[in-house]
């Protein structure tokens, strides 16, 4: 082996300077997507899968009839339906932005998503379009609290609607971790007892008893800091909940497609389909589902996905604001994994209401919380209500197109500094 071979396999796992530098090149540059959109257009059958998929039958979102004589004038989509739409916004790259875009600076850490924030500028209506621009806006190198070194890299994906005005971002930061930090990271058991006929009862009483304030305007002035909002129950979580969501959410990570469709996928990028016990190739993504896979990868059971408990948060906020209210900002952190057969409980309360620049905000703490008591999602969020003798008023996004967007949120993160 070589000096140079040698020097190479050293520092595999090990976080350098040069692997920053060469992911701090790439703030700014288009990304562009690998996968076409699980939907092009924003459909009533669309919209309503995806809401059935997270036990949400809101007529806002699945009665185009309600859509009509709401504020919005038709139906719209859920604050993450946006995880569905996006045709690529990205410019096709030449030989220079190939180069920069290839290969992975951090490969051989550990990584794993810490935080995902939305904000939303307007809806998506019934017949709409999406256009979806990706690119990277901070990496930070931090120390872990295991001594190693970490950088926290974080993605942006701007959204425009039909029109061509900007819908939502949503930005996920992942934290990138030196292998020896990730080794020692505290091994997570698992305790899964039979659930008691009253605990069952406990959760289907919880599912009877939820509400939304649907057409009756929860007004501003009506609020008060310290106001708990009803909390809603999701589980126990089944392999069946897994399926139902993916059929509204489509599959994100791997290509869509069975069977022959597949089999060409799997053709140009086989580390997509690692063979299961019977060495039949299959999804990566059946860790989710597939119990053996998860503990072949050292989890005690598969378990669901952040994008998962982000829509169970907007689901709580936005039966909670009413027709007339509006999502405005959610953030989350995922610290635990929730785990199949795992039961968790949405949670809300006041923390805040402000006037600001003319807006009505009302601030709520959010979380996530299994069956154990033990907080999965932690999470802020801002929402905005109509008053007594005003509407809501959209905030406004940060630029007038992905450019622009793009520049104010590298600004955001200093560039990464």
């Known amino acids: 082996m070589t000096a140079t071979g040698r020097e190479r396999e050293s520092e595999f796992g090990v976080l350098t300077d040069e692997a920053i530098e060469q992911s701090r090149r790439r703030l700014g540059v ?22 059935y998929g997270y036990g949400d039958d809101n007529p806002l979102y699945c009665d185009p009839e309600h859509g009509r004589s709401t504020c919005w004038g038709a139906l719209i989509a859920p604050p993450t339906f946006l995880y569905t739409m996006g045709e690529d916004a990205a410019p096709k790259p030449d030989a220079e932005t190939r180069a920069l875009l290839k290969g992975d600076p951090f ?42 070194r970490t950088a926290h890299v974080t993605n942006d994906y701007l959204y425009t609607n039909g029109h061509g005005e900007l819908h939502a971002v949503r930005r996920g930061t992942w934290i990138n971790a030196e292998r020896r930090a990730s ?37 501003w002035e009506d609020v008060e800091i310290g106001d708990v909002l009803q909390p809603k129950v999701k589980g126990p979580l089944t392999v069946t909940d897994v399926i139902v969501w993916h059929l509204g959410w489509g599959m994100q990570l791997t290509p869509p497609g069975a069977f022959k469709i597949a089999a060409n996928v799997r053709r140009k990028a086989p580390g997509l389909y690692p063979p299961n016990e019977r060495n039949i190739p299959d999804t990566v993504q059946r860790l ?130």
């Open 288 to 417: 989710h589902w597939e119990p053996a896979r998860a503990t072949e990868l050292g989890l005690p059971n598969s378990y669901d996905y952040g994008g998962m408990r982000e829509t169970w948060l907007c689901h709580l906020l936005t039966d909670w604001i009413g027709d007339d209210g509006w999502l405005w900002r959610l953030r989350c952190e995922h610290r635990r994994f929730n785990y199949l057969g795992d039961t968790t409980w949405v949670r809300g309360e006041v923390v805040d209401k402000r006037r600001t620049e003319g807006r009505n905000e009302v601030h709520i703490a959010v979380r996530c919380e299994n069956q154990r008591g033990e907080v999965t999602t932690p999470g802020t969020a801002v929402v905005l209500l109509p008053s007594r003798d005003r509407a809501v008023e959209l905030p406004q996004p940060p630029a007038a197109d992905l450019d622009g967007a793009v520049a104010s949120e590298l600004a955001r993160f200093d560039v990464g500094g």
């Open 107 to 148: 490969a051989g850490l550990g990584s794993y998503q810490a935080v995902m924030e939305f904000e939303w500028w307007r809806p998506l209506r019934l017949g709409d379009r999406c256009r979806v621009l990706q690119t990277q806006v901070g990496v930070r190198p931090k120390r872990s609290s295991f001594g190693g």
């Open 183 to 219: 080794k020692e990271r505290a091994k997570e058991t698992l305790e899964q007892p039979p659930y008691a006929p009253e605990q069952l009862a406990e959760i289907d009483a919880a599912y009877a008893a939820e509400t939304r304030a649907g057409a009756e305007p929860r007004r």
């Open 30 to 51: 288009p990304v562009p997507q690998r996968n076409p959109p699980h939907n092009y257009e924003v459909t009533w059958d669309g919209v309503r899968h995806f809401a």
